[in-house]
């Protein structure tokens, strides 16, 4: 069976320090992999995705930015925090079965 | 381009009482479409999805959804719900032929199971 970890839990940063949010997926190879965030309260917006290793595709501009150095790992970063980050990322991967995606259990992200 | 509607922000049931959750979607042809629940402080799991075939799609937990192409929507049901059942319930889309499978959200559904 898949299973999807990610890194930290939870963080509280402070305005214009460096973030780094990982996800591993486990039992499936070459997974298409994706990074989702979601505002407090709020509705769920994709941000990058990744079909192989080495490339990732931005979807929304939040100066962000993804990496997938591995073909079970997706990186989330950035090297200065803005208040406007906080939230909930989630981490999700899909495979041969189409379009579902499968989601991690997220890192929450308290920026102050 | 695609959207995603649930017009009922918070639902608040009895225990055992039915349950039944609106989604209507906007796009051109019938896509995929899907149902997560998010518990409290937990990433989101999948009831059901909805790709094509019989429009009465059979979930977790008893849950069960119902795509009518007609009406555009993609409505979740369940008969008897419990206390576990309070969550938040999204509504998904994705396109057929998208790069990345991108899913579209509705903004979610709060609901409060009432002992």
């Known amino acids: 069976a898949q299973t999807i970890h990610q890194w930290p839990v939870a963080e509280i940063k402070a305005v214009g320090s460096p973030l780094s949010l990982g996800c591993t997926i486990k039992g499936k190879s070459s997974p298409n992999l994706y990074w989702y965030w979601q505002a407090t309260g709020g509705t769920l917006q994709q941000l990058f995705y990744?079909?192989?290793?080495?490339?990732v595709e931005s979807v929304v501009q939040l100066n962000l930015s993804a990496s997938r150095p591995k073909d079970d790992q997706f990186i989330l970063s950035t090297e200065k925090l803005l208040l406007s980050h906080s939230g909930f990322y989630l981490c999700?991967?899909?495979?041969?079965?189409?379009?579902?995606?499968?989601f991690g259990e997220g890192s929450r992200l308290i920026v102050v | 381009a695609q959207s995603v509607t649930q017009p009922d922000a918070r639902v608040t049931v009895s225990e055992g009482a039915s349950l039944q959750l609106r989604c209507k979607y906007s796009?051109?042809?019938?896509?995929?479409l899907f149902w997560y629940v998010q518990y409290p402080r937990q990433g989101l799991q999948l009831l059901l999805k909805?790709?094509?075939?019989?429009?009465v799609v059979q979930g977790v937990n008893s849950f069960e959804a119902e795509f009518s192409k007609s009406n555009s929507s993609f409505h979740l049901q369940k008969a008897s719900v419990h206390w576990s059942d309070s969550a938040v319930y999204f509504c998904?889309?994705?396109?057929?032929?998208?790069?990345?499978?991108?899913?579209?959200f509705g903004i979610g559904t709060r609901v409060l199971v009432r002992p």
């Open positions: 909805y790709y094509s075939g019989d429009p």
């Open positions: 796009y051109s042809a019938t896509p995929y």
């Open positions: 999700a991967w899909s495979g041969d079965s189409g379009n579902t995606l499968y």
């Open positions: 990744s079909i192989t290793v080495g490339q």
């Open positions: 998904a889309l994705s396109m057929t032929n998208s790069a990345g499978n991108k899913l579209t």
